[in-house]
Structure formats: structure tokens, C-alpha cells
């Protein structure tokens, strides 16, 4: 090998480390966006919450798609912000919303301008007994869902491109999770007619537990490089 070819060779390397480094550092990135995303979401932070979002995001949440970032306000500053601390940006006293992110796997794209993420949220959320309850919640439950993100690049910055969230069970804290059953109802009219309300409705809300459903993963099976194309419902035998 010429010392011509040696010098070609290091800068291929050099190139390849500096990219795997920008990998790297944009999956740290991005983990520590969701986890910053569910630190506000605790506090009823919701303007911050809203900041995070792309200019051109979307949001699913239950049977409704926002889109826009003011739609997605409308979301989290109209029906969140509304509901739970009667329109103050910020905690509240007796109202804790504590918001579990955890076993992050996080694919970046080649051109490292998109990424996904998927994110496992466990939420503990209570009202003291010195104040009045959430309407339409107990006095103490739990959720549990999966998020599975897209993540862009905006003007340098990674921001939430495409919002995700897959409700899987909450349950009554006093009943216990073997009772079942979504606390929240689906969505039944979209913005304007509802003022919080989605641009869209989907044609039904995803199946919560006592159904056990799978949320497809974006990435391939780590061994076999295999996608996965099983059924996301499932074939159960109910009682």
C-alpha cells in the first residue's frame, strides 16, 4: 500500500468515526428530549411541553390526530392544561402527574435529519384528598402506554415530528389493573365544533387492556434482521 493509499484510508476512518460520534450524540440527544418532554408533562408544564414540537408536528392521542403545532396546543394547553390545573401553566397544589420514561431505543437515520424512538411511560397521577378530583378520574390512578416517536432535525435542533402515544391500560388505584377497563373515553367531535377538540377523527380508539396488544416496533428484529408482522390485537380466547 502507497502512503498515498494510507492517507485515503485514514480519512475514510476519520469520516466513519465522525459520523458514528454524531450518531451517538444525536441518540443522547433525542433520549434526553422525551426524557425533558416527560419532566414538564409532570409539572403541568404544558407551554414548554408544546415548544418541544415541530412547526409541522402531529400528535395521535386516543382516537384523535392534531396537526400543527397549534393544533397540537389546542391538545396539550386547551384539554390538558384545562382538566387538570384549570388553565394555570405550572404545578398545582394536591395534583401530582408523575410520568415514568423508560427502556428508550432510539434508530437515527442515515442522513441524521429524522430519527424513532420508542419509549415505555408508566404514570402514577393522584388528587389529595383536601381538593377536589379530576373530572371523570379516580382519586388515584395508574396508566401505563408506549410511545413510538418520530424525531426532526429543525433548524439544528431535534424536535418531535411525529407524536405517538399508545394508551395500553389505566386502573383505578383502589381497584387494582385486574379490573381493566380505559378511564378516558374515545374522542366524538373534532376542532371546531369541539374547541379542544382533533382535526381528526380515527375510525376507533386502539383496544386497551384486558386486550393485550402488541404497538409495532420501527426497527428490525436486533438478531434475525427480521420485521416484525405479527398481529398487533392477536387471536385471545376470552372467557
Not at 393485550?212 to 398487533?232: I, L, M, N
Request: one cysteine or more.
Amino acid at each position: 500500500m502507497t502512503n498515498t493509499d494510507d492517507i485515503a484510508a485514514l480519512k475514510q476512518e476519520v469520516t466513519e468515526l465522525r459520523n458514528e460520534v454524531g450518531l451517538l450524540k444525536d441518540r443522547n440527544e433525542i433520549c434526553a428530549l422525551q426524557y425533558k418532554y416527560g419532566y414538564y408533562l409532570d409539572k403541568c408544564l404544558y407551554d414548554e411541553v408544546v415548544d418541544l414540537f415541530a412547526e409541522d408536528g402531529v400528535a395521535t392521542f386516543l382516537n384523535g390526530v392534531y396537526r400543527g403545532k397549534e393544533s397540537i396546543r389546542r391538545l396539550m394547553c386547551g384539554w390538558f392544561r384545562e382538566l387538570f390545573t384549570q388553565g394555570h401553566n405550572g404545578p398545582v397544589y394536591g395534583f401530582f402527574l408523575d410520568h415514568l420514561l423508560l427502556q428508550d431505543i432510539i434508530t437515527v437515520a442515515p442522513d441524521r435529519q429524522t430519527a424513532k424512538g420508542r419509549f415505555r411511560c408508566l404514570m402514577l397521577a393522584g388528587t389529595h384528598e383536601s381538593r377536589p378530583q379530576v373530572p371523570g378520574m379516580p382519586r388515584a390512578c395508574w396508566e401505563a402506554g408506549i410511545y413510538e416517536h418520530t424525531y426532526v432535525r429543525e433548524n439544528g435542533v431535534w424536535k418531535i415530528g411525529v407524536y405517538d402515544y399508545s394508551l395500553l391500560w389505566q386502573a383505578d388505584y383502589q381497584r387494582g389493573w385486574s379490573v381493566g377497563g380505559a378511564l378516558l373515553p374515545p374522542l366524538t367531535k373534532i376542532y371546531p365544533e369541539d374547541p379542544n377538540g382533533p382535526d381528526e377523527l380515527l375510525p376507533s380508539m386502539p383496544p386497551v387492556w384486558p386486550e393485550t396488544r402488541v404497538v409495532p416496533f420501527h426497527y428490525p428484529h436486533p438478531v434475525t434482521g427480521a420485521e416484525w408482522t405479527g398481529d398487533p390485537v392477536g387471536k385471545h380466547l376470552k372467557p
